[in-house]
């Protein structure tokens, strides 16, 4: 038998679910808002830094702005520990790719001291989940991190895509969640702002151009 008690001021719903063995579950759902994607921030396990919750499954679907990518850094983590980590977790995952699954303690076998996530992209996914342990016998505390958009240098890739060639034929310079591209003397940049063509070779296309619709 489960109730509802419908969505609360602070943007989740509460259900709890009763069977003859007195079993109960606790699940979040909160709504991504629309607002702009922030530069950093932190996130904590639930009743942090009070022991954790069982029954319990949460996410957190995090993105900064593109051309950036997101720096996760582990501060605190004391997840009760199993083999594999198959009991209570914290799952990293960017799109369907898993990145990192934690449990233990800070400095032990499973986790030695600060530990720090890179995604690929602008996005980042965090799932903790637990399972049916007795809450009076369930001290672990959880998790503390802080996360930070770092940008993505596009000129030091060495595999910008597939048969794409690289990004500038000649001088690529960073900027702040971009790049753009830039000639040496004597150079200027092609329509396509990624290649470089003699002034030269210009004049001659103008030429051309010009003799063949006479």
């Known amino acids: 038998m489960c109730f509802s008690f419908g969505s609360f001021s602070t943007g989740f719903s509460l259900f709890i679910c009763f069977s003859r063995f007195l079993w109960f579950s606790v699940s979040e759902c909160q709504q991504l808002s629309n607002t702009e994607p922030v530069m950093h921030g932190q996130i904590q396990s ?21 051309g950036y990518q997101i720096q996760l850094s582990l501060t605190h983590l004391d997840i009760k520990a199993s083999a594999d980590c198959s009991q209570d977790s914290l799952t990293f995952f ?58 993505i240098d596009e000129c030091s890739k060495t595999d ?21 591209c830039s000639c040496h003397s004597g150079y200027k940049l092609h329509l396509d702002q990624r290649t470089c063509l003699c002034k030269c070779q210009i004049q001659e296309i103008s030429l051309f151009s010009l003799t063949g619709y006479l």
């Open 46 to 66: 639930p009743q942090y830094p009070r022991p954790y919750p069982p029954h319990l499954q949460k996410q957190w679907d995090l993105w900064v702005p593109r």
């Open 94 to 151: 960017y799109d369907e790719k898993v990145l990192g699954k934690f449990c233990g303690q800070g400095n032990s076998t499973d986790h030695h001291g600060d530990e720090t996530i890179l995604s690929p992209g602008n996005r980042l996914t965090l799932v903790f989940q637990t399972s049916d342990s007795t809450p009076e016998h369930q001290q672990h505390t959880g998790f503390s991190a802080t996360y930070k958009a770092i940008d």
């Open 160 to 180: 910008p895509g597939l048969d794409s060639g690289p990004l500038c034929s000649q001088i690529c310079i960073n900027t702040a969640g971009s790049y753009h």
